[in-house]
């Protein structure tokens, strides 16, 4: 007896189960979308797709009269610039951290507790702390992003470490290897992949602080242009504003999966994603 959770849908399946929610989103809305525009052309709220197609061709490929730039790649632009930024220093930082905490007892005991507490701290909770010590440029953005993810990297590569086999490190030292070179040896090339996979699970939250950084102190940016026209009720820019993001995201986070499958091919042999 062939059970559910024993079958595997193929390829052209798995594809097109995986389109169908998305198919039906669109129908959904495009169906509303017709019903409250034959009741009142003039309504806002949920635009029709010729008319987001329209302000998104006017955002992409015609100069701002105002500042000259084309907005949506200026906007894009500022953002990436600010999460590249965040994401990066919080990796590097989550990285040594995690080691350090995972690798050295006595560090563990002293930096874990900190490190625990500063994870359960809410970001936006101290935005505006943030925002008085480092002003309202790019600093006080910055440094919001990696407030947010470095502690969840950094207790993710802990564990990673801590969940060694333990007869690496013992045969490592049993060969001769000191507490450095069992670091930059044995765990540090063990730690590249998972520290992708912890990048890609902090995106999200990643995305979150920098919209949220944007929408109270910017003067370009996604998270800024999305809040600026919040007050017309601009949904035909608002919607697709809000897809794009998630395109940059999902892209983000497939070209991160797909180094960690490139350049670390005996981590993804054990089945991990």
């Given amino acids: 007896m062939r059970r559910l959770i024993n079958q595997n ?23 509303s979308s017709a019903i409250r525009l034959e009741a009142n052309p003039s309504d806002k709220l949920l635009p029709s797709l ?21 907005l949506l790649w200026a906007d ?3 953002s990436l610039e600010r999460l590249g930024l ?5 990796a590097l930082l989550g990285l040594f951290v995690g080691i350090a905490v995972g690798t050295i007892p006595y560090i563990r005991s002293g930096a874990g507790p ?15 702390v943030l925002f008085i010590i480092f002003g309202l440029g790019e600093t006080a953005k910055v440094v919001l992003i990696v407030f947010g993810i ?20 013992i045969k490592a030292q049993t060969l001769g290897a000191s507490s450095w070179l069992l670091v930059l040896r044995v765990i540090l090339p063990q730690m590249w992949p998972r520290l992708i996979d912890s990048v890609r699970l902090s995106l999200g939250a990643a995305w979150l602080f920098l919209i949220a950084a944007e929408a109270i102190a910017a003067t370009n940016g996604l998270g800024y242009r999305i809040f600026l026209v919040r007050r017309y009720l601009a949904m035909d820019v608002i919607i697709p504003y809000v897809l794009w993001i998630t395109f940059l995201a999902y892209l983000m986070d497939y070209l991160l999966r797909l180094l960690s499958q490139k ?3 005996w981590y993804h042999a054990g089945g991990n994603n």
Wanted: a positive charge; hydrophobic letters at 55%; zero cysteines.
């Fill in 263 to 265: 350049a670390f091919r």
């Fill in 150 to 169: 470095a502690p969840f990297i950094a207790r993710d590569i802990a564990l990673r470490v801590t969940e060694l086999p333990r007869e690496q490190i």
């Fill in 86 to 90: 965040g994401v990066g220093l919080s």
């Fill in 9 to 31: 849908p193929g390829k052209g399946s798995a594809l097109l189960i995986g389109a169908l929610p998305f198919i039906l989103l669109l129908v959904i809305y495009l169906v």
């Fill in 76 to 78: 894009t632009l500022a």
């Fill in 114 to 128: 900190l490190l625990s507490a500063f994870s359960l701290i809410p970001p936006l909770a101290i935005l505006p």
């Fill in 50 to 70: 010729q008319s987001m197609v329209e302000t998104m061709h006017y955002y992409a490929f015609q100069a701002d009269r105002r500042t000259g730039e084309f």
